[in-house]
């Protein structure tokens, strides 16, 4: 499975931004799918996932309420909307896909996004 991650870009404090992961295979949707990021300096860390039928959904603590992940199977994409970005959501978004629903740890997701930044201005 390859993934194609985009959407990633420059806003300012309080605005939005839509992530999307493409994937190359059909059955994308029968994978578990995550969001990972990376910030300057730290460890790459969870953010969020998704289950195959889409109603299993997890979060960090830190962007409950402001990040939504979702999935269109139809094409073969995973989403990840961000509202009320705080200059600390500034990383490198990776997009992940494996086989264990509702696991956060990089070592589940087999397969990668390239990874596309996304930076919040105070």
């Known amino acids: 499975v390859q993934l194609q991650a985009s959407g990633g870009g420059w806003v300012q404090a309080g605005g939005s931004l839509r992530l999307a992961c493409a994937a190359s295979?059909?059955?994308?949707?029968?994978?578990?799918r995550a969001w990972f990021r990376q910030a300057p300096g730290k460890e790459r860390e969870f953010v969020a996932s998704i289950g195959g039928i889409g109603s299993d959904t997890d979060y960090m603590d830190s962007v409950k309420g402001r990040f939504t992940i979702s999935g269109d199977n139809a094409k073969n994409t995973v989403y990840l909307q961000m509202n009320s970005l705080k200059p600390e959501d500034t990383a490198v978004y990776y997009c992940?896909?494996?086989?264990?629903?509702?696991?956060?740890?990089?070592?589940?997701?087999?397969?990668w996004g390239q990874g596309t930044l996304v930076t919040v201005s105070s």
């Open positions: 295979e059909r059955t994308l949707s029968s994978y578990a």
């Open positions: 992940a896909a494996g086989w264990v629903v509702g696991a956060r740890g990089e070592l589940n997701y087999p397969y």
